[in-house]
């Protein structure tokens, strides 16, 4: 409702806005986000990354983001992580 072109004032679209990215994260690390990311990465975490923090720094609907160091570089940079179930989710 945020984005729609229906007449809704104003205070309901700032209120709804909050929605689309103000989500805690849902899924667990080790257990779901991990292995998803292992999965779609084709390597172990340990592998990849110095560090990734475990506490997802942002969240929606369908997914969340971790902070991660790569591994040689040190590079910062934000790992984003679909739901499993998103698919399923969004029509």
């Known amino acids: 409702l945020s984005v729609t072109a229906l007449p809704i004032p104003e205070q309901y679209r700032e209120y709804f806005r909050t929605f689309q990215s103000n989500v805690p994260g849902s ?12 999965k779609e990465l084709g390597a172990p975490l340990e592998e990849l990354f110095e560090t990734v923090n475990e506490v997802p720094c942002g969240a929606a609907s369908i997914g969340q983001a971790h902070r991660a160091t790569l591994k040689g570089t040190k590079e910062e940079v934000v790992v984003k992580v679909q739901y499993p179930n998103a698919r399923w989710q969004v029509p």
């Open 27 to 38: 899924s667990d690390f080790e257990t779901v986000v991990k292995p998803t990311l292992e």
